[in-house]
């Protein structure tokens, strides 16, 4: 239920809404303080035993650290006047200043829940959440290119962001395809008209990164199958990059099309100076924006050179690089290894949910070379859910005992964080009401 509505709400704009955020972050928070308050009412709280989960705390101690001495730790921080005077007021502020911290701290909440599924069949649910929030954006996809549009994005705010929703469907059905077994002419009559359907929103959103994240998820899929399967699979990418098609015609087109689609290097190189400003700690996560007009660079033939920012790194590493620090890469870095390296070993049983899971990890991944593939909140909860069924295959189990009073901590922790990730919303809410209203 909890992923069910984390993912329905984030159709709306991926998530990107300070509300939305914010809601689907209470919506974790609700489903952790459920999970815990089961197994204290078993009198034990048991805990799925596997590889990322030293990384997963080492990276959520890390960001917090890198956050606390980032550059501009509080960019929505108002009010420090009333430090002396409202001290509870500030600390909250403070906290919910921390939205970057928040969202991923929420991803982490995610994976944990998900690597903690007790049953097969509810690991299964999720995936055919993910599957059916790309069904839901291809329909919208070519309704979008019926009416006219020339770059598809679904809900979603640009197409390159509808990629990586739609890789994870692929992959996820592309696993069930290929490696369940029993009831083929059933099971092929059910996904590959979805399969397809994924394909053709994918090729209508003319993003050029697709075909990497395509040839990626592909590759994995066709090397865990067989030598016959890793052909067929590669001849595709090889047909897709070659057979004129939407993608094919953009790569071909883009810089005559659009001067910016060129300038990923200048945005590359921009990010290593952002990153140079505070390479310990960074500048914070959700600030590369500010810093990016710091550094901003020319664009030739434009009408305004210096009119157009970059948003975001354009490549998820440099990214995370300049806003947490040369810590918080590494923290990252080491928490996918950990990730790979449980999904490596668990594929090998030829569990179709395994290894569609590993191959839509390993596009994202792939595709973040190229761009920002964990930027969007509705892709970074199906990254981080998609990591914790790889670490879920894992059978050994810790148990503690909980304290005694641990229904009155785990209420007053869920309350404290409830207020810190809502209030900001309420707040900007409240704030656009009265801008309307003026």
């Avoid at 919910?96 to 982490?108: N, P, T």
């Avoid at 996904?191 to 003319?206: G, K, N």
């Avoid at 049983?349 to 590993?358: A, E, F, M, Q």
């Amino acid at each position: 239920m909890t992923v069910a509505l984390l993912f329905a709400l984030n159709l709306v704009k991926g998530g990107e809404p300070q509300y939305i955020l914010a809601l689907s972050e209470f919506i974790v928070i609700v489903g952790v303080v459920v999970w815990l308050y089961s197994m204290v009412a078993k009198g034990e709280f048991t805990f799925r035993s596997s590889v990322a989960n030293l990384p997963a705390i080492l990276l959520a101690g890390v960001l917090l650290i890198s956050t606390i001495f980032s550059r501009n730790p509080y960019p929505s921080f108002k009010g420090l006047h009333g430090i002396f005077s409202y001290p509870l007021r500030y600390f909250i502020n403070l906290t919910s200043s921390f939205k970057g911290l928040h969202e991923v701290f929420s991803y982490l909440l995610l994976f944990l829940i998900c690597m903690n599924l007790p049953k097969e069949t509810l690991k299964r649910k999720v995936a055919y959440i993910l599957i059916g929030v790309g069904v839901v954006q291809s329909v919208h996809a070519i309704v979008q290119a019926a009416s006219g549009t020339s770059r598809v994005s679904g809900t979603l705010v640009y197409p390159t962001y509808l990629v990586d929703t739609l890789i994870v469907g692929i992959s996820l059905v592309a696993g069930f395809i290929l490696f369940s077994r029993g009831s083929g002419l059933k099971r092929l009559a059910v996904y590959v008209p979805i399969s397809l359907l994924l394909f053709v929103a994918l090729f209508l959103t003319r993003a050029r990164a697709g075909l990497i994240a395509l040839a990626a998820s592909l590759i994995v899929l066709g090397v865990l199958k067989s030598k016959r399967w890793l052909a067929i699979l590669v001849g595709v990418v090889i047909i897709a990059a070659v057979v004129p098609n939407p993608i094919r015609d953009r790569i071909l087109t883009a810089g005559k099309q659009d001067i910016y689609a060129m300038e990923r290097p200048n945005i590359w190189k921009q990010s290593l100076e952002i990153a140079k400003m505070k390479p310990s700690a960074g500048v914070g996560m959700r600030n590369y924006v500010y810093y990016s007009r710091m550094t901003n660079f020319p664009v030739q033939h434009a009408v305004g050179r210096y009119a157009k920012v970059a948003k975001i790194a354009h490549n998820q590493y440099l990214q995370y690089l300049a806003t947490t620090g040369i810590a918080g890469l590494a923290a990252f870095l080491v928490f996918f290894s950990s990730v790979l390296v449980s999904g490596v070993r668990f594929a090998k049983t030829k569990d179709p949910l395994i290894v569609g899971s590993l191959a839509a990890v390993i596009a994202l991944l792939a595709h973040s070379f190229v761009d920002n593939a964990l930027y969007l909140p509705i892709n970074g909860y199906a990254f981080f859910a998609l990591a914790g069924i790889l670490c879920s295959a894992s059978t050994k189990m810790r148990s503690l005992e909980p304290p005694r009073r641990a229904k009155i901590y785990l209420s007053a922790l869920a309350v404290i964080y409830a207020i810190i990730v809502l209030r900001p919303a309420v707040s900007i809410s409240f704030y656009n009401s009265m801008v309307k209203n003026v």
